[in-house]
């Protein structure tokens, strides 16, 4: 067992866990942040990437042990006072969700993007998503989001 | 406000708990003193089980119970069903297995379920799984979709592997039609076994009351009140009135999730059993294993054509894999969802289909998106293809010399369809397309030294599942109607019920819209209840593009019923008759007259029947309280969606790859009630049948081991796949239903393989089978090219 | 996943001393981890070695690039310093798995694994990297000792990978289709003494093309590959790509290398 400390979307958190418990279970079970989400046991689908100090990552392939210290910001944290995130903005009005399973991932890797590249072609965007699966969309929505979010933001 | 709601690209009023983490899937829900289930899977694709031996595992840390085959018949809980009754065409009943949610004699998949064990965490089940020795003897295995007929039979008394031989069509005529024919052209084409992969794998918690006998199973449904009759009145499990099936929001179906499942019935049966709340979650690898596949189709296809190019018969037939088991819709989908469609949208006179469907040890396959017009769709799509080539004729051409022009049009096989226009949407993709400036694109694109393709797919479905009568007359165990409940409450807003179940299609805002149109109430006072078998009427769920043809038209017909009711306590409010009221935009006006109620004041009246001013009651004799109303619709026909596909490719020669460079689109979807919505259903279906044109294929190896179970092996399509789709329509709309809308979950993926298909075999002038993945291409050019130098 | 005990090292010498036959060093963590939830690997103890600031850094020199063995995916992607030494390393570490994947994997932990289908492998064997350990050097030729091995012994740590500057090279991967991991890749590095070719993906382990190498030595252009032949006898072959086809992706991929060398 471990102690571990983190920030998560601004708040301090000390929890004892087992050392071998992953990020995305310390979130889900732990935090009852049931935003992150686990679709798959490969690392590839990306519903569960959350931001770790800023960058994306998969939260399903990283122990919690391992990032003790950290600032954690998962989708639930992602919108300021009530006022979503430009990110989520876009998503709702281009209408870039349907089954809303991906989503949260698809949104933390888009908000990463836009802290890489400000102004990302369709074709880096979608370059970008390719750790991102979504099975309801067919991307079309979500690459329009994503360049709506880096106009507004 | 109200008549523009309809029509209306309305932002979603359900996006908002999904882009802040605040949906509720099965997954997310935690019970108190829950216990966790791990399923113990079989490992062989056939094998007799010789013993179970749980001991070392039941004395592991933290297991509560472990439950195996034994116990299933001990419990005398039933087999799942096939709910689709083939009857072959020498009159014999299709043949099936018995299906035990757990199996006790014998394992027939990769993944069957043998045993669950039940412990206080996710980690001691699993630890403990490892304790479970079962002795198999393993058994050959039959995997092979085409050569299944003639191998060692699975299962005692079905012959052949033979579920049924059946046949549709009128044989004779169609015989006939070949006899005369100037030319026949023949085409062999597989169509490829996919998994659906919706991205919320399935989950299940099973929760009992000893005190008050309710049993409630949370599960990832799109179709929950089917659920909770199958598990009661086939699996015996619970009885219906006490027993809740809830399917709180479902990441995704697909089909996928329309049927009951092995863990659905195991998971309720043992949360009854152990009276502690007992929650599974399915991994992304017991998916691919256990979910249903979709597709995996062999046939032989034959198009009788006259010398000027028009299409005389049609001859097909099918070898269908159902997989390890008939599941619940799987009978249905090779045959009555398939053959009818066969003829896609062409006046074809005479055509005939013939489908085995065959047993092997793979996962059952049932209803995928689309669920038999995908096929039925490929196979007219490319046979008109391999016409056009071989009598030399231009492939559009060739097609709009054999559209249906008249409405509504008796098909030779089954369907009445009511109305359309091909030539409008093939005249308006081959122009959206820019099919003008095709030869100069493929010239630029083999100065780049790659091969460039274009491919056409018009097609037609049936939608708007069912006329009840109808499906039931040919097998069908339920009938297909929909229901909704319209209630007002005393404030004024609005609780509309449905039997539809949405995982993602959207309805909380297309059905609000149509509530909003309709009683002129503004979309936030209207709250959409669906997924709940305590809170709603009995429904039949979501699949086959039906939710907005039928369910929506259930609550169009409620509306009116509301209408009614309150044009009477209006009238009657209003010292008026209620021929004399009108409604519009939420009021009840005396005609001439500035005399009127809104709605809100009605709805108020009713809860509140007390004195108004003069009147004692505002409600007429005989007009009982309360402003609820239910409708149960029954659609008189199938709806009739079609529309017309363009892709382009290129094709990198050294490498075999293919880029779908530009892809096309116009369908006819009826009345769309909110575009938005519509298009965003076209791009999803459009990537999963790009996905099955060039990626995706599940593969059993020869001993029944599934090798693409995983995403390391299955090829999802994924952003950087797809061009910009560009999505235009044409509108007739369909006279069988009240809002004339005729469904748009599935188009994309019916349409998309074929035009896909045939773009990628005009870029390179040889047949392939799908997927056509780039070492198939690469080998079909490198074939082309040695066999040239051969002939030089 | 198993239990385990998770140690933070903060020294090399911390990490080799906690290490055992049953412990593991992790680092990015991202096969690993999915190994051990998928229970194909388990161990007593998990020695997390990227809070080591020793193995972290790049140093540039007129003759080599040294990376710090926990140096990110990303982190290389992006360096200035590495670009204008070997563009193509940031080539390859900007490919490799996705955007994610690069935040966290690390260098020392791709080439430890050894994945035959994983990138840097053939950046070490085509640009003579030298293995920096806890022990000793070792040259990347002898240290790629077959599929999923290494010349590493147990509980010797990665400490940092030194690659010489080559003329000009360049990296091409053809991803496999669903994994999107190398189902070929090639890596072309033009140094003074001759062209060095390494092929991943392709074989049981990293290998050297040889054919390639004469051909290109002797007239460094996407031309003096049209005619090589890939023995395809001894290449991969599975779902998703026969030998042949490899054989023939090895020559097109080569081709582009050599086209973008720089």
């Not at chain 2, 819209?513 to 209207?526: E, R, S, T, Y």
Request: aromatic fraction near 8%.
């Amino acid at each position: 067992m471990k102690s571990v400390t983190l920030e998560v979307n601004g708040k301090k958190v000390t929890k004892t866990i087992e050392d071998h418990l992953l990020l995305s279970s310390f979130i889900r079970e732990q935090l009852n942040l049931t935003g992150t989400h686990v679709g798959c046991d490969t690392s590839q689908c990306g519903a569960c990437v959350v931001h770790v100090d800023g960058k994306s990552v998969k939260s399903c392939t990283l122990l919690a042990a391992d990032i003790d210290g950290s600032a954690v910001t998962t989708i639930e944290g992602l919108s300021t006072n009530g006022e979503l995130h430009p990110m989520q903005a876009a998503f709702k009005k281009h209408h870039g969700l349907q089954c809303g399973f991906c989503t949260p991932g698809m949104i933390m890797s888009s908000v990463d993007l836009l802290n890489n590249n400000k102004n990302p072609s369709d074709a880096e965007i979608r370059e970008w998503l390719e750790g991102n699966i979504c099975r309801c969309t067919g991307y079309q929505n979500i690459v329009a989001a994503v360049k709506e979010a880096a106009q507004n933001s | 406000m109200a008549s523009s709601m309809i029509g209306s690209r309305v932002e979603r009023t359900e996006d908002k708990k999904f882009i802040t983490g605040k949906g509720r899937y099965t997954a997310d829900i935690t019970l108190h003193g829950q216990t966790y289930a791990f399923f113990i899977r079989s490992p062989h694709a056939r094998a007799k089980i010789k013993k179970v031996d749980i001991s070392k595992a039941l004395a592991a840390p933290g297991v509560v119970t472990i439950l195996t085959g034994q116990d299933i018949i001990k419990d005398k809980i039933g087999g799942l069903i096939a709910g689709w009754k083939i009857v072959s065409k020498d009159g014999t009943d299709m043949k099936l297995p018995a299906h035990p949610p757990l199996a006790h004699d014998q394992v027939n998949y990769v993944g069957d379920h043998v045993a669950v064990v039940i412990a206080e965490s996710l980690e001691e089940a699993r630890n403990a799984a490892e304790l479970v020795n079962v002795d198999y003897k393993v058994l050959t295995a039959v995997v092979n979709t085409a050569s299944a007929m003639t191998s060692e039979a699975i299962y005692e008394g079905i012959d052949k592997n033979l579920c049924f031989d059946w046949e549709l069509g009128d044989k004779a005529k169609t015989e006939e039609a070949f006899a005369k024919a100037d030319r026949i052209v023949h085409l062999k084409l597989n169509n490829n076994r996919l998994v659906p992969n919706a991205m919320e794998p399935r989950a299940s918690i099973g929760e009992y009351n000893s005190s008050t006998d309710d049993l409630t199973l949370y599960t990832t449904s799109q179709n929950p009140h089917l659920t909770r009759l199958v598990i009661s009145a086939f699996n015996g499990v619970h009885p219906e009135h006490k027993f809740r099936v809830v399917a709180p929001d479902v990441g995704g179906g697909f089909g996928s999730k329309i049927y009951p499942y092995a863990e659905d019935v195991v998971i309720a049966y043992a949360a009854k059993k152990i009276g502690r709340p007992v929650k599974w979650v399915c991994e992304r690898t017991d998916s691919f294993l256990s979910d249903c596949h979709g597709r995996d189709h062999v046939t032989e296809a034959e198009l009788a054509v006259r010398k000027d190019g028009i299409v005389t018969g049609l001859r097909v037939n099918t070898i269908a894999n159902l997989g390890g088991y008939g599941s619940l819709f799987a009978t249905v989908t090779p045959t009555y969802l398939y053959a009818p469609l066969i003829v896609g949208l062409y006046n074809i006179p005479a055509a005939y289909c013939n489908v085995k469907a065959v047993f092997t040890n793979t996962a059952p396959v049932d209803a995928y998106r689309g669920a038999g017009r995908p096929e039925a769709t490929y196979l007219i799509e490319r046979i008109m293809d391999q016409a056009a080539n071989e009598m030399g004729m231009d492939r559009a051409e060739f097609r709009k010399k054999n559209f249906i022009t008249a409405f509504p049009h008796q098909q030779c096989l089954v369907h009445n369809i009511d109305s359309g226009d091909y030539h409008a949407h093939f005249n308006k993709a081959l122009e959206l397309a820019d099919y003008k400036g095709f030869a100069k694109r493929k010239a630029d694109s083999a100065a780049k030294g790659k091969l460039r393709g274009i491919g056409f797919s018009t097609y037609i479905e049936a939608c708007g599942i069912a006329p009840s009568s109808v499906v039931m007359s040919i097998g069908a165990g339920v009938g297909l109607w929909e229901s909704a409940e319209v209630r007002f409450n005393a404030t004024g807003n609005i609780s509309v019920f449905t039997g539809a179940h949405s995982h993602g299609q959207g309805h909380a805002t297309t059905f609000a819209q149509i509530v909003a149109d309709k009683l002129g109430v503004p979309m936030a006072n209207i709250d959409l209840v669906h997924g709940d078998t305590d809170k709603g009427p009995f429904g039949m769920g979501t699949y086959g593009s039906r939710s907005l043809a039928v369910g929506g038209s259930a609550i169009s017909k409620a509306c009116d019923k509301i209408i009614d009711k309150g044009k009477r306590v209006a009238a009657h409010m209003l010292e008026s008759t209620p021929d004399e009221i009108d409604f519009k935009d939420g009021e009840f006006i005396v005609r001439n007259s500035n005399k009127k109620k809104t709605i809100g004041e009605i709805a108020f009246a009713c809860y509140l029947p007390g004195t108004y001013g003069e009147i004692k009651s505002p409600l007429p004799a005989g007009v009982e309280p309360g402003l609820k109303e239910t409708a149960f619709y029954d659609p008189i026909n199938f709806s009739f969606p079609s529309g017309s596909h363009v892709c382009e490719v290129e094709i990198d020669q050294d490498t075999g790859v293919t880029k779908v460079v530009k892809y096309s689109c116009v369908d006819d979807f009826g009345t769309l009630i909110n575009p938005m919505i519509v298009e965003g259903q076209v791009h999803g279906g459009l990537a999963q049948g790009i996905g099955q044109a060039l990626y995706e294929n599940a593969y059993y190896d020869e001993t029944g081991q599934l090798v693409t179970a995983s995403y390391m092996d299955y090829a999802m399509p994924r952003a950087d796949h797809f061009p910009e789709f560009k999505i235009e329509y044409t509108c007739t709309p369909a006279t069988s239903n009240p809002l004339g809308v005729k469904g748009c979950g599935e188009a994309g993926a019916i349409a998309s393989p074929p035009a896909v298909m045939n773009a990628v075999i005009d870029a390179i002038g040889t047949d392939i089978s799908m997927p056509a993945t780039s070492e198939k291409v690469w080998q079909a050019l490198r074939t082309k090219v040695k066999s040239a130098k051969k002939a030089a | 996943m198993k239990s385990f005990n998770y140690h933070s090292a903060s020294t090399v010498a911390e990490a080799t001393g906690l290490a055992s036959k049953a412990s593991a060093y992790l680092s990015g963590g991202m096969t690993m981890i999915p190994s051990m939830k998928m229970r194909l690997a388990s161990y007593k103890d998990v020695i997390d070695v990227k809070k080591i600031k020793q193995l972290h850094g790049i140093k540039v020199s007129s003759k080599s690039v040294t990376i710090g063995a926990a140096t990110k995916h990303a982190e290389v992607a992006q360096s200035k310093e590495i670009k204008k030494a070997i563009p193509a390393l940031c080539t390859l570490a900007g490919k490799i798995g996705d955007a994610q994947v690069r935040n966290r994997g690390t260098l020392g932990g791709s080439i430890a694994n050894n994945d035959p289908t994983a990138c840097y492998p053939s950046a070490c064997l085509a640009l003579n990297a030298i293995i920096h350990t806890s022990e000793r050097k070792i040259e990347a030729a002898k240290f790629f000792t077959g599929m999923f091995e290494t010349a590493l012994k147990k509980g010797e740590l990665i400490v940092a990978v030194e690659f010489s500057i080559p003329e000009k090279s360049s990296y091409v991967k053809f991803p496999n289709p669903a994994s999107r991991y190398a189902m070929v890749g090639v890596f072309v590095a033009k140094h003074k003494a001759g062209v060095q070719v390494a092929v991943t993906g392709a074989k049981a382990g990293i290998y050297r093309e040889k054919a390639i190498e004469q051909a290109l030595d002797k007239n460094f252009s996407e031309k003096a590959l049209d005619n090589i032949i890939i023995d395809s006898s001894d290449l991969n072959s599975d779902i998703h790509a026969s030998a042949d086809y490899r054989a023939s992706l090895i020559i097109s991929s080569a081709k582009q290398a050599v086209a973008h060398c720089k």
